[in-house]
């Protein structure tokens, strides 16, 4: 078996690319001093394997091993391991001429000192971090692997009964790392899934039929890693060295991930494999195919805004967010909002049971191993537009892949069809636990934020349909968004009573997490529907069957109006009744009661659904209720940038770009933003910031191509974006007038309409 890691990449072929990037070299980072800790990291990746790597006062250089496919039995993702490299002597360590350089443009990281030079890059085709030592003086190099997790040997490892944890009966404990025997030249360790924590989750949930029938995402799955290296030697099982001192020294760190092996010797014999592989490659050559991939990537779309501090602000915390995906959604799994990849951490003392914000090692991050649809959602929006579409793909897998189950489950739950999948939940589709409740004797989930909140799955038929409409892939749209989205709606079409008119009655139910339990006809799931149906019924004939246009057809005909009210004083109607003398504004529900989170459901209308925009009708009746908000905020998730660039607002959107991208965090690398309500580096808050200056510079409402619709004129941009109909549109912007237009097809050129600056 192919280790799947190694198998995602090295198949991703190199594109050649006409254009390039005129900007991206700006982006660059450089410290000019040591660091001290893990606080003091800088983020590099392939997408699969990622590494937070940083310095120390010693002059060590730390390398924390990342990916988002590394989840334990028990369901959490963790870190791959730690590896420490020491040079002797070390020519790093003099504070003279001591640079350390980050290039986004090439996916590298350089440490300079005077002419010595250490180049720490992980390879964009392979499953492989390099460090390359380039000195003036001869010196060894030495790496350690450390491991804050228990470990084991593989003679300790020892497969045993497990048939109480296997029926469900038991939830599995997290098993130790296993250490292999000392190579000749290599240090091997990796962690091994045994038993599996997902039968145990059917089995709470009331889902224990379906157990022997599903594939277990858990079972066997075994990650690690592997040290090795031209000229290095081991010492002992977790440290390997140089034979002798060089002027060029090199650690190759090759990692596996793998969905199920039988046993930790069959990832080994696979990774052995891998290795050998991986040391037939020309390093020149696999850099320069490396630095080829990045430049290909930088090339598809750019944003570069300029005129005061805060638009250079901007463009570097877009450019910032951008390279933190690519460094880490290529793999199985799309990466968390929580801290992505990227999260740091020390170690702990052994009798330290309580892991707490300011105190935790590196397999913490507040929120868990969960994936929320509402943050998530917020890093894969904005890829659309820049054509990364193998970017947004695990995004999409998640769903695809849980399908099935959720299908059962709806079966099972409600007797009906359809699939629906909650706000929060595991990759495979399921709620999590503790929303769902331990030995909760119903079906329904016990957490009053969770329990009805399913409209998320409305969005990612949104997203698919962006991306088909952007790249027409018919397999894709055929294979994939049509099943998916056909088992979306049949469960709202399913699982509702109609009214007496005839309509939809989705009640009890919630408006997102914010109005909870009563909400009757919540707004963003009617404006889901209401938004992707047209757009699915406009779908080739032939990717269609005539029962499911049927109904499709029905269900938007049943569906009940957008909920209206008035208010008076620019604010929502307390609970639902409007003020009969005030503004008319749109509602988050037809009822609903008080508000028990800080989102703003009615404005669903705006984004992501997009009902209502800049040159659609009725744009005044959504800019009022935009004014009417409850909830106004601009960083994290905060939704006042992408809803108010949507509507127009241009100097709103401003205030909220602003926000975003200069919401630093506190470690050194400040783009690993601040956790506005959920972990470091708060992703959603980048994410946030790419969608709202994205739309501030470019609408798209079917061919029609809408530029500059919430642009302020003070600021200066070059952009290249993508469009529907396999469009790109590039241009320069200055005093709200866009020059140097190119539009790819020139046939779309005619789909421009230019507004006016604000």
């Known amino acids: 078996m192919v280790p799947l890691l190694g198998a995602i990449i090295m198949a991703l072929p190199v594109q050649a690319q006409l254009a390039s990037n005129p900007y991206i070299a700006k982006s660059n980072v450089t410290w000019t001093t040591l660091g001290a800790n893990e606080n003091d990291s800088m983020p590099l990746g392939n997408g699969s394997l990622s590494a937070n790597v940083w310095t120390e006062q010693n002059g060590d250089l730390v390398l924390l091993l990342s990916s988002p496919d590394a989840w334990t039995e028990t369901g959490k993702i963790v870190k791959l391991g730690r590896v420490r490299v020491k040079l002797s002597p070390n020519p790093f360590t003099s504070a003279n001429g001591f640079t350390q350089t980050l290039k986004p443009e090439t996916g590298m990281i350089e440490i300079k000192s005077g002419t010595n030079t250490l180049q720490v890059w992980i390879d964009a085709n392979n499953p492989v971090l390099h460090v390359e030592a380039h000195l003036d003086q001869t010196a060894t190099l030495q790496a350690g692997l450390e491991m804050w997790r228990k470990t084991q040997p593989l003679s300790a490892f020892k497969e045993t009964d497990n048939s109480g944890v296997m029926g469900g009966d038991n939830s599995p404990r997290t098993e130790p790392d296993i250490i292999f025997p000392t190579q000749t030249n290599r240090v091997t360790w990796c962690h091994y899934n045994p038993t599996s924590f997902y039968p145990y989750l059917l089995k709470q949930e009331h889902l224990e039929s379906l157990i022997s029938k599903m594939n277990d995402p858990l079972l066997h799955r075994a990650f690690g890693a592997a040290l090795t290296g031209p000229e290095l030697i081991s010492v002992d099982e977790r440290t390997i060295r140089s034979g002798a001192p060089a002027k060029y020294l090199r650690l190759d760190v090759i990692a596996a991930i793998e969905k199920q092996v039988s046993s930790p010797a069959e990832w080994k014999h696979d990774l052995d494999a891998l290795t050998i592989k991986l040391s037939k490659l020309n ?147 399921l709620p999590r636990l503790g929303d769902f409740g331990k030995n909760n004797p119903t079906n329904e989930i016990q957490s009053h934020w969770q329990r009805y909140h399913v409209q998320g799955s409305l969005e990612i038929i949104a997203q698919m349909l962006d991306t088909y409409d952007y790249n027409p892939d018919k397999e894709f749209a055929a294979k994939s968004i049509v099943p998916f989205a056909d088992e979306i709606i049949t469960f709202y079409d399913q699982h509702w009573i109609r009214d007496a008119n005839g309509k939809i009655l989705m009640a009890p139910t919630q408006s997102l997490e914010t109005y909870q339990l009563t909400a009757v006809n919540p707004t963003p799931d009617i404006a889901g529907l209401m938004a992707v149906i047209p757009r699915l019924l406009a779908l080739p004939a032939n990717m269609i069957t005539v029962k499911q246009r049927a109904a499709w057809t029905k269900t ?116 690993f933003w601040r956790p506005g309500h959920d972990w470091i580096p708060d992703l959603d808050n980048g994410g946030d910031g790419m969608i709202t200056l994205q739309l501030m510079l470019m609408q798209c409402d079917d061919k029609r191509i809408q530029l500059l619709p919430a642009w302020p004129t003070e600021w200066t941009a070059d952009f290249k974006l993508y469009a529907p109909y396999q469009t790109t549109v590039e241009g320069h912007v200055q005093d709200g007038k866009i020059s140097n237009l190119k539009v790819t097809p020139a046939s779309r050129k005619k789909d421009i309409v230019i507004l006016k600056a604000q």
């Not at 707490?356 to 509402?374: I, L």
């Not at 620019?570 to 504004?585: E, S």
């Open 556 to 671: 938007l005909a049943d569906l009940p109006p957008i909920p209206l009210g008035k208010t008076a004083k620019g604010k929502l109607p307390p609970l639902g009744v409007g003020d009969t003398d005030g503004i008319a504004t749109i509602l988050p529900a037809e009822k609903y009661d008080k508000p028990g989170n800080s989102e703003n459901p009615e404005l669903y209308v705006a984004f992501p659904y997009r009902l209502f925009g800049v040159g659609k009708p009725n744009l005044e009746l959504a800019q009022h209720t935009f004014a009417a908000r409850r909830s106004p905020a601009n960083t994290c998730w905060g939704q006042d940038g992408t809803q108010s660039a949507v509507l127009g607002l241009g100097s709103v959107a401003k205030k909220a770009a602003i926000a975003a991208f200069t919401n630093y965090g506190d470690q050194r690398f400040k783009w």
């Open 283 to 429: 390093i020149d050559q696999a850099l320069q195919a490396h630095q080829k991939w990045w430049q290909n990537f930088w090339a598809r779309s750019w944003v570069q805004v300029s005129g005061n501090e805060d638009a250079e602000n901007i463009s570097q915390g877009y450019v910032m967010q951008r390279y933190m995906l690519a460094c880490s959604s290529r793999g199985e799994m799309p990466v968390k909002f929580n801290g992505g990849v990227f999260t740091v951490g020390h170690d702990m003392a052994s009798d330290t049971t309580k892991q707490v914000a300011n105190n935790h090692d590196a397999d913490y991050r507040a929120w868990g191993e969960w994936f929320w649809n509402q943050n998530n959602r917020l890093l894969y929006w904005p890829l659309i537009a820049t054509g990364d579409n193998d970017l947004v793909k695990p995004w999409f897998d998640m769903y695809l892949n849980g399908l099935t189950l959720a299908k059962a489950k709806v079966k099972t739950y409600y007797g009906h069809e359809g699939a629906s999948f909650p706000e929060t939940m595991h990759s495979w589709g």
